[in-house]
């Protein structure tokens, strides 16, 4: 069992800043892939971005390439989602998931673990 749990979130300034950060229980997460998934009010989660268990392999959405970072600290058992230059449509609320095939999927379904979420909030 994994558990995984949000924190960083908040109300931003348009251009602004956030950092998440995911920390999860448990002995294996250098094993697990990461991602950083997101659900606006009225729509589907989608995946903001997700890095593979050596951290070496990464993916991005389209909307935030260029905007988004996603790092882990194996050591510290914790993925990092850093957020530079949001946007209102960055509004959402944004969840962290763990992959035992330690491959960065883009499909939710992939998943085997999901923290509670954490909201972000872009104001213009």
């Known amino acids: 069992q994994v558990q995984l749990v949000e924190s960083g979130g908040g109300l931003v300034q348009a251009g602004g800043s956030l950092r998440l950060s995911c920390a999860a229980s448990?002995?294996?997460?250098?094993?697990?892939?990461m991602g950083w998934f997101r659900q606006a009010p009225g729509k589907e989660r989608d995946v903001v971005a997700a890095?593979?268990?050596?951290?070496?392999?990464?993916y991005y959405a389209d909307s935030v390439k260029g905007r988004f970072t996603i790092s882990r600290d194996n050591a510290k058992n914790t993925v990092y989602l850093q957020m530079n230059s949001l946007k209102p449509e960055d509004t959402a609320v944004y969840y962290c998931?763990?992959?035992?095939?330690?491959?960065?999927?883009?499909?939710?379904?992939?998943?085997?673990?999901w923290g509670q979420g954490t909201q972000v909030t872009v104001s213009s």
């Open positions: 998931a763990a992959d035992l095939s330690g491959m960065p999927h883009r499909n939710q379904h992939e998943y085997d673990y």
């Open positions: 448990g002995r294996t997460f250098s094993r697990y892939a």
């Open positions: 890095i593979s268990w050596s951290g070496v392999s990464t």
